[in-house]
């Protein structure tokens, strides 16, 4: 088959490696269209997977879906629609014995599919059914291979509790920053901001509508234009950036004894705030990662059900052999292109 095949820093070449061998308990599908995550684009620049004992060729991908082309899982036949989520949880712990397998002791943050073993940019893709789930007729393939940023968003939206007529800031306007706004939207928030720091990838977010409110995050009085705006602070802050400065300013926009939820992730293992401001404000502090199997299966359903469509979210869709022109551009500054999605 043929496969995108990190090869080294910055760079993916265009391949043909076996097609893995089918085990008892998997499915292989053809792929049909695989979303490209900022986390593969870190991956992309390293050079090289998660798993330092991996001594195939690497291939990422783990927003992706297909049709089923063999099985040896009773779950499945020949024909069917499938998604996979791709944290390899074991299922034994006791976070997973409790429902809580995005915080599975063996996962550890770290353990997905596309990170430690091959994702699925790629004609095909192998793996365990248990981590596979049947696809209803009414989500499209581009729909499917935006499951992932969607749980996400979810998850922390759950995390939040958010209550109606909440006033809601976002700090960065990725995909999962304006999923979040649309689904605190559905959930009843009255005002809903966000920051932003490159005129031309706000774009998307502009065309979609559902910030009433942007504020330019270069301007230096940025946290008073936002405690003035919401007369002393926002109920719930989402930070989806990962830096000291958006850390500081959610606390710092949010008002006594609110809600702060961190879904961005940090470059450095270590970032500085305000402590004085989170304790003498009661800022509750919450952080959010991934999603629980039983919500992986309801962000399928509210793309089923009409709740959101990732669709909306897509700026580009670009076959396999322009995978490495969707990294380049992507981390081009000069380019709009929110979300791109591939198709094998």
């Known amino acids: 088959m043929k496969a995108a095949v990190l090869e080294s820093e910055k760079n993916i070449i265009i391949k043909d490696v076996p097609v893995p061998e089918l085990q008892e308990g998997q499915i292989e599908i053809k792929v049909s269209a695989v979303g490209v995550c900022g986390s593969d684009v870190h991956l992309w620049k390293q050079g090289k997977g998660w798993n330092p004992n991996h001594q195939n060729d690497f291939i990422m991908g783990h927003e992706f879906c297909g049709v089923v082309t063999k099985t040896k899982s009773d779950k499945f036949e020949i024909g069917d629609r499938a998604t996979f989520w791709a944290n390899l949880y074991c299922g034994e712990c006791d976070m997973c014995r409790q429902g809580l397998e995005h915080l599975c002791r063996e996962v550890n943050g770290t353990n ?15 793996g365990d059914s248990k981590r596979a789930y049947k696809l209803p007729d009414n989500v499209s393939d581009i729909q499917a291979a935006l499951i992932d ?6 998850h922390a939206v759950r995390k939040s509790e958010i209550k109606l007529n909440q006033k809601v800031l976002v700090i960065g306007a990725g995909i ?18 966000t920051t932003f720091v490159n005129d031309l990838k706000i774009q998307k977010a502009k065309e979609i509508g559902d910030f009433d409110e942007y504020f330019d995050g270069r301007n230096t009085d940025i946290a008073e234009q936002l405690k ?21 300013l959610a ?20 970032v500085q705030f305000n402590m004085n401001k989170l304790v003498l404000n009661e800022v509750q502090l919450i952080g959010s990662v991934s999603c629980t199997r039983v919500e992986f299966e309801e962000t399928i359903d509210l793309i089923s059900k009409g709740v959101i469509n990732p669709e909306n979210y897509v700026t580009d869709i670009l076959p396999l052999d322009k995978l490495q022109t969707a990294f380049e551009r992507l981390i081009d500054e000069n380019d709009p292109a929110l979300k791109m999605v591939v198709k094998p």
């Open 251 to 270: 606390i710092n926009s949010v008002k006594p004894g609110g809600k702060v939820v961190v879904i961005g992730n940090s470059i450095t293992p270590t």
């Open 112 to 126: 997905y599919i596309g990170f430690v073993c091959n994702g699925a940019y790629s004609e095909y893709f192998v």
């Open 176 to 193: 999962i920053g304006q999923m979040m706004a649309h689904l605190v939207k559905q959930a009843g928030a009255t005002y809903i901001a």
């Open 149 to 154: 940023p969607l749980m996400v968003a979810y």
């Open 228 to 248: 003035n705006r919401t007369n002393g602070g926002f109920d719930i802050v989402f930070e989806a950036v990962g830096l000291d400065s958006t850390l500081d």
